[in-house]
């Protein structure tokens, strides 16, 4: 019996050495696709970095995830931070998106905000790491408290860039500066801060003219196939310096304006031809539509509109009277109402039943609306907002929302 057992033992010893042991599980052997998946369920940054520090093989396959946007506030931290991207190459590579507000934080010392990050952004831009960087940044956005950056941080080497934003105050750049040097863009925002039209620099003059038409040189000639352009400020006045009824984009998508547009300007030898309502005609791609501010915009009536003019419009935002034009051509199969607030079409909706009573108190300021679908909510938004509310509450001057 104990040669029996003996015999047992070697056959189980045998054959648990011939078994191939199980695999170990380990984070260094997961592909990097699969470890930038996991990274995306992180809500803060700060997780993803503590995975990143788990092994340096974890380190090099999350670090585009840790640098891939890269937002710096304060000129402590934007001094910083461009200091370091500027002398690691192998980091700088990863940066898709790099924000610099150095206005958000008030220095310590007595110099200009921006001063000390101008220069390190400018090195960090000229330096060879990022010329040669194989992923250049995508998107730069550049804040400096409303002044014109006459000489962007990023411009000089990132000739890869397709998303950029800006703002301009009461100074205005150089016709020669790299802000006018970009070619094929996808998306370009502009904002006017106060300081530009408390200077007067909205209206056509020797010191404007030629800043202008070299943005509209850049966007229109350089940049054919934009996708996204916003253009808007905090003016009641409106600005001549944008001759829409010349410019076209095949591309483009996405369009936000404010009161910088006109309501009157018209081609040479053409009265009565409103260049806004063309500008759209000539535009089908259109998906966003933003009207904003208070400007001769606002008057336009976008029933003139042809009736094939921009068929995959799905979001819009503007005037109640605009939302009506739209809603009289049937755009969108029907739409919730809405006034200076976004509204979505279609499958967002719910299936909710509308609520048979509509109570709008004297200090409302949104109404909200459900509909079983589309039309029913748009139109019973619109009757609502022809009456007169309760105590002769003008419901129509108020914001009618889509929920």
Known sequence: MQDVSAALYLVHRLLSWQRAPPPSLSLNALPADI????TSYFNTLSDVLQLSLVSSAVYAKTISAIYGAVELQGPAQCEATLRMLGRCPAVARHVRKLVVRPEKEL????RPPDEGVGRRGRHFADSRPCRQAPARPACVRMGRGGHAPGRPYVVGAAAQLRHIGTTLGCFLPRPTSYLFKFSGLEGFSLIFKDGFY???LHLASRESAPVFSRLWDMLVQRCPYLESLAIAGTSFESSDVFPLYRIRWPCLRRLTVGDVFPGNL???GQMGFHPFVDFIERHPTLEGLHLLGHSDIHHLDLARLEDDAVPHL??????????????????GQGAGANANAQVLWGAQWGAARPPRRYVVGEDAEEVVLAGANAAEGAHTALDLARADGPDGVDVADHHVCAA
């Open 107 to 110: 220095p310590r010392r007595p």
């Open 198 to 200: 408390a200077h007067q």
């Open 314 to 331: 799905t979001e819009f935002t503007g005037s109640l009277d605009h939302l009506r034009a739209l809603i009289s051509r049937g755009q």
């Open 35 to 38: 470890l930038f998946e996991i």
């Open 266 to 268: 018209a081609p040479p």
